[in-house]
C-alpha cells in the first residue's frame, strides 16, 4: 500500500488555511481517514440541514461528497489548491437520518489532468447508503 | 401558453413556510419569473460562497441548481411539499465572476412519477454559462 | 444472503425471450453470476467493437453496462419485461485492453418505483476499471 | 458567427477514415448541419434498434449522442482523431416513435483540454424529447 502523499493533521492545517470558507471550527467537518486514493470525512449533525419531512438537505450532501472527494484528491497526490471540480453527479437513496453524515471516497482514477472517484454517503450507524457521487476533478498542469 | 400552477407571489409564500431552512431573508434568492415548465432565480452575491482563486463555490450553485428546479415543478405542478430530488448531474464550465448568480430552468418532462430539467448557471451580465445541470425529481403518488 | 429473484437459467431463457435483439446467440454477451442486488456479465471480444487508438468503443461499454444493470434488477425483483432505464452516467477511466469486458453491478437501492445501481466495467485479467457507471430503473406498478 | 472549422462534406471524409467501424454507408447516420458549437446528426430507423414495448433500444440514443458531440467538436477545433468521451450522462425521457431519430448537440464549453456539450434527441417530426444528454471530451495537447 502506497502511504498518503499527506496525513490527516496536514490535510486540515492546509485547508484551514486555504480552504478556510468551508473548513473552519464551526463546520462540523472532521477528517477522520486518509489513504492513497481514499478518504472518510464526517459532519455532525446541525438542525440548520434539515429539511421538510424530516430529511438532511440535498446541497449538505453535495457539499459533503465534494469535499470528501477534494480530501482524497490531496491525500493522494499533495498540495494542489487550484484543483476544481469538472463534475459532479449524485443519485439520492434513502432519506437520511437526523444523524451525523459520513462520506467516504475511493479514486477510480488518478491521471495527469484529471482524478475520477465515487463517494458512498451514509447516515452514521446505519449501513445503506443514503447518497452515491461520482466526481471529477481537474487537475491543473504543475510547473 | 398553459399558465403555470403558482405564480411568483404564491411560489414565495410556500417557500417561506415549507422550505424556510433555505429560502428566508437572509438567503439572498430570489425567484424572478416562472411559467409552465421553466423558473428563473437569482442569488444575489456573497463573500462568503468564495473559494480560493476567487471562484464562487460548487455547492453554492448546486444549491441553486436544486431551488431552482424545485421552483420550476412547483410552478407547473402546484404545491407538493414532498418532491424530492433523486438525481443530479452538474458540469462546472467557468469561474464565475464575484457577481449575482442566475440561474434559469427549464423542464424537459413532467410525468406523472418523475420530472426531469435543465438548468443554465450564468454570471449576471454575462454571456456565457458558468455551470449546466441536469436533475430529476421524483413527485409523490397524489392521494 | 436472500436468493436472487431469478438464476443464470432463468435469466438467459426470459432475456432471450423477451430482450431478443440485444441478447442473442451472436452477442458476445454470458451471464456469469447473479445474487440478489447484483450481476456479472462478461462480453466477448469482437474487432468491430474497436475504434481508432485501439480501444473499444464507448457506446459497447455504455450497452454493456444498461444490460448488466437490467439483469441485476430481474435478478432482484424477478421477470419484469417494461422496466426501463431513466438515467445512465458513465465515467471512461482508462483505455481497455483488446480482451473482453467484465460488468460488475450492484444495486444501491431497490425502491417501488426506482432502482439504482453501479456498474464497474474491466478489462478480462486486469485490475483497474475502464469505465464506472452509476444508472437509475423506473420499475412498473405492479397490478 | 464563426465559420466551423470543418463542414459537413470534410467531416464526412474524415469520419469515414478515422471512424469507420462506427461511420459507414449501412450505419444509417447522416451530418445534417454543423456550425461553430453546434451539430445535427440523423440515425435513420432501423428495425434492430427495436426493444421490447416497440421502444428505440437506450445504446442507439447513447451512442448517437456520442457521434453527435463528436461531430460538434470536429466542427469546433479540426480534425483530432483521438479526442475521447470522458464522462456521458442520459436521461431518458419519452418513447422514441418507430422513426428517425435527431441529434441536436450544443457544446457549453470548448476549453483546451475539454469540451462540455449537450445533445437534445427528438424523433423525427416530434416536438419532445426523447433524450437529454451532456457529455465531456478529453482534447489531446496539440504538438
Keep these: 500500500m502506497q502511504a498518503p502523499a499527506m496525513n490527516v493533521e496536514q490535510l486540515e492545517q492546509f485547508l484551514a488555511l486555504e480552504f478556510s470558507q468551508f473548513f473552519h471550527a464551526q463546520s462540523g467537518l472532521a477528517i477522520e481517514q486518509v489513504s492513497h486514493a481514499s478518504a472518510r470525512v464526517r459532519q455532525t449533525y446541525n438542525a440548520q440541514f434539515v429539511r421538510p419531512g424530516g430529511t438532511i438537505s440535498g446541497p449538505t450532501m453535495m457539499a459533503l461528497a465534494d469535499f470528501t472527494m477534494y480530501v482524497a484528491v490531496l491525500a493522494t497526490i499533495g498540495p494542489v489548491p487550484l484543483a476544481v471540480t469538472t463534475n459532479l453527479n449524485i443519485n439520492f437513496l434513502r ?35 443514503v447518497a452515491h457521487v461520482t466526481a471529477t476533478y481537474s487537475i491543473p498542469r504543475q510547473s
Excluded at 453524515?101 to 452514521?124: F, H, N, P, Q, Y
Design 95 to 129: 432519506k437520511p437520518a437526523g444523524r451525523d453524515l459520513i462520506a467516504e471516497c475511493r479514486l477510480l482514477k488518478v491521471g495527469k489532468r484529471l482524478a475520477v472517484g465515487e463517494v458512498t454517503i451514509l447516515s452514521d450507524g446505519q449501513d445503506e447508503a
